[in-house]
Every structure is written in C-alpha cells, then in structure tokens.
C-alpha cells in the first residue's frame, strides 16, 4: 500500500476523473474526502468505496466558496489529524464559439477551474505548512497545454474560456511549487487528453462525441483516447514518496498528443 495512513482530499470526486482518482488513492490505503457539489453524486461515490472496505467520507462543497473550502479542511483534519494530498480537479466547460461566448461562460470556468485552484490550495497550506508534508496535483488539460482548439475536433464550439483557466493552472502550479516547495510541499499538474466522462458527452451531441473520439485516437501517438484509471495511475504516482524529489512540473497524460501547437 503506498498511501497507507495518508489522507486525501479530491476535489470533482462526484464523476469522471475524479471517481477514479479518489477510488485509486482510496485503494492504496489513503483515508479519502470525496468533495463535490454534487452531493447526490458524493454520497454515491462514498457509498461505493465504503462497500469495497475503503475509509471514505464525503463533503459537499463549492470550491468557488472560500468558507466552504475553510470548513472542508477543518472537518477533514478535525476527523482524521492531518491533511497529505489534495487533488484539484473540479472542474467546468462553457464551450462556445469565441465571438458568442459571453461574460458568464467566460466567468464560470475560469471561478470554477482556475480561481477554485487558488481557493483551495490556500486554505490547505496552513494544515500542511504545520506537518512541513504535502502534495497538491492540479488537473490542468491537453487545451492549456497547446493541444489544438476543441473547436477542431468534432464540434464548432470554441474553448477559449476553458484554455485560459488551464493555461493558468500549469503556470499557477509553477508558482506555488515554488512558494510552497521550502515548507515540504510539492505541487505538480496533470494535463489529461481526451478522456471520455460525463463532462466530454454532455458538452457534444453523441455524433459529435463519436467524431471527436476519431480525430483523438488520430492525433495521439498510441492511437487510442485515454481512460479515466490513466490519469488516476498519473496523480497516484504524483502523490506518492516515490516522487518526492519532483515539484512544479506538468505530466501530459495525453497518449503523446502530436496536435500540440
Ligand atoms: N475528460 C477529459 O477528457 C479531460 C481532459 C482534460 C482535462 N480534464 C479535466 O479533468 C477534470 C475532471 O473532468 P471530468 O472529465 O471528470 O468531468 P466531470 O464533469 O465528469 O466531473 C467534474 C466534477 O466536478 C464537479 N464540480 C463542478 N463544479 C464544481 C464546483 N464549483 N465545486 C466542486 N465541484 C465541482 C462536478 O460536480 C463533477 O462531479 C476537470 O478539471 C477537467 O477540466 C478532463
């Protein structure tokens, strides 16, 4: 068990990459937060993970929310004495072609996927300031990292809105690697390709969806898209000891992604 007596907070752990993430750290040993807005989806997740005889708890929270993010940490380091790992990957899309995407697609993702990052992060430093111990992965993505516009891949929709908050995640992650680096904290990103979950069908048609999967496996280099348990496998190791010695850097978890700009 590489995460025994560890305890992780995984933010979007309510769907998609965050299930299989929280679900990962979960099995090595890690006593897991499930925190989602969604509270329906986080009783389900932890429900799932009590079945299979992990230690889960869940918290409903808004992580546009400083006084939720406050609460959440309290409670977490109230009921289990320490804060290891928080994951930062909640996350929205507002695709839509750049001259009609308008101040709320604009708002909304970069609060949620860009501005939740900065909230949570620090209103966990201080816990893990205090044990001088802590790693932070943010999820970032293949749209902040070059991959070619969304728009390019079956569908007319744009994500400028969406590529700017990941952009800023990966820079975001950079700094705070360096200013949290002297306390014993590392902090890295993940940027995932194209991984089918709730968010990549709901923002397509199921023919766009079909589409997009085609021109994904055609621009990576092991001609396949991605799986939730990929970028669940990336972020455990992040978080892990063994890579203690690695702080401030991006792991495209992307199939070798060739559309890079
Ligand atoms: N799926 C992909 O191909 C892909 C690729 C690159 C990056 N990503 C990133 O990975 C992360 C997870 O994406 P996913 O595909 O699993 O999406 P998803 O929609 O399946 O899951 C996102 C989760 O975030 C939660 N959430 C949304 N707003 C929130 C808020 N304000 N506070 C707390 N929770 C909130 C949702 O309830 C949901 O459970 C996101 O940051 C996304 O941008 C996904």
Redesign the pocket.
């Known amino acids: 068990m590489r995460l025994q007596d560890k305890v992780a907070i995984v933010?979007?752990?309510?769907?998609?990459?965050?299930?299989?993430i929280v679900k990962r750290l979960a099995e090595e040993g890690a006593s897991v937060v499930v925190?989602?807005?969604?509270a329906e989806?986080v009783a389900t997740v932890v429900g799932e993970l009590e079945k299979a005889g992990r230690t889960a708890v869940g918290f409903t929270?808004?992580?546009?929310?400083r006084s939720q993010l406050k609460e959440l940490m309290a409670t977490t380091a109230g009921k289990f004495g320490r804060i290891d790992i928080l994951v930062?990957?909640?996350?929205?899309?507002r695709h839509r072609p750049f001259l009609t995407m308008n101040d709320e697609d604009w708002n909304i993702v970069l609060?949620?996927?860009l501005k939740?990052v900065f909230f949570c992060v620090q209103a966990v430093a201080e816990y893990m300031i205090k044990q001088r111990y802590g790693k932070i992965v943010n999820?970032?993505?293949?749209?902040?990292n070059g991959g070619a516009s969304h728009a390019t891949a079956g569908s007319a929709a744009g994500n400028a809105n969406?590529a700017a908050?990941?952009a800023g995640?990966i820079q975001l992650t950079k700094t705070l690697a360096t200013e949290l680096g002297p306390h014993g904290i590392n902090v890295n990103s993940?940027?995932?390709?194209?991984?089918?979950?709730?968010?990549?069908s709901?923002s397509r048609t199921q023919q766009e969806v079909e589409e997009h999967i085609e021109v994904r496996k055609k621009s990576t280099v092991l001609k396949r898209?991605?799986k939730?348990e990929d970028?669940a496998n990336s972020v455990l190791f992040l978080v892990s000891d063994e890579a203690s010695f690695i702080s401030g850097q991006l792991l495209r978890v992307?199939g070798g992604r060739t559309d890079r700009m």
């Open positions: 933010t979007g752990s309510g769907s998609g990459l965050g299930k299989a925190a989602d807005i969604n989806a929270v808004d992580v546009r929310d930062n990957n909640a996350g929205v899309t609060a949620v996927d939740g999820i970032s993505s293949a749209s902040g969406y908050a990941k995640v993940v940027a995932p390709g194209f991984i089918l979950t709730p968010m990549t709901t898209v991605g939730p970028i992307d």
